[in-house]
T-cell receptor, first 111, second 114 residues
Framework: GENVEQHPSTLSVQEGDSAVIKCTYS??????FPWYKQELGKGPQLIID?????GEKKDQRIAVTLNKTAKHFSLHITETQPEDSAVYFC??????????FGAGTRLTVKP | NAGVMQNPRHLVRRRGQEARLRCSPM?????VYWYRQLPEEGLKFMVY????????ESGMPKERFSAEFPKEGPSILRIQQVVRGDSAAYFC????????????FGSGTRLTVV
């Protein structure tokens, strides 16, 4: 089955700096890669996703890149703000079924 | 359009009791997934269900845990004879019937076994 690894486990940045979180996956059949943000006491919320037919996707301050050959994908947050502080999870699946998640990255943005 | 509804939000059980966690998917979603999250850890897949069918239960412990998604009503995750190690947050997610991607998660049920 799919195995997703995520790094780093914790990340602290200064407000206004960029943050990058990286994930690798094992199953070459995986074709859908979402990212979720989880705030304290809440369920994960989808923030951006990418499918295997594109290499990059951007939504305002958030972007995701995918390298299918190397089987890794990354989340980039620019101009970070304190409200970006949360735990971020990457995930991988084949056709949206049986999604497997990384262990999470706790991002802290210092004002 | 209400999101994924989970209840109760918090559940306290004594060791040996049964815990029942309920999940109502979003309208138009017939795929339900259950995940367990231990403190400071990631989301561990437990089971994937469609109406009246278990599609993948590879993440479910072999004993004491069961799940169902009946034709009418919410999906139920049932834990019999709970132990302290079952204390965790249990999240339910749902996805569209067809052609859509992405899971929508509920707010979770936090189970505490005392």
């Amino acid at each position: 089955g799919e195995n997703v690894e995520q790094h780093p486990s914790t990340l602290s940045v200064q407000e206004g700096d960029s943050a990058v979180i990286k994930c690798t996956y094992s199953d070459s059949a995986s074709n859908y890669f979402p990212w979720y943000k989880q705030e304290l006491g809440k369920g994960p919320q989808l923030i951006i996703d990418i499918r295997s037919n594109v290499g990059e996707k951007k939504d305002q301050r958030i972007a995701v890149t995918l390298n299918k050959t190397a089987k890794h994908f990354s989340l980039h947050i620019t101009e970070t703000q304190p409200e970006d502080s949360a735990v971020y999870f990457c995930a991988a699946s084949y056709n949206n079924n049986d999604m497997r998640f990384g262990a999470g990255t706790r991002l802290t943005v210092k004002p | 359009n209400a999101g994924v509804m989970q209840n109760p939000r918090h559940l306290v059980r004594r060791r040996g009791q049964e815990a029942r966690l309920r999940c109502s998917p979003m309208k138009g979603h017939s795929h339900v997934y259950w995940y367990r999250q231990l403190p400071e850890e990631g989301l561990k897949f437990m089971v994937y269900l469609q109406k009246e069918n278990i599609i993948d239960e590879s993440g479910m412990p072999k004993e004491r845990f069961s799940a169902e998604f009946p034709k009418e009503g919410p999906s139920i995750l049932r834990i019999q004879q709970v132990v302290r190690g079952d204390s965790a947050a249990y999240f339910c997610a749902s996805s569209p019937d067809s052609g859509g991607y992405g899971y929508t998660f509920g707010s979770g049920t936090r189970l505490t076994v005392v």
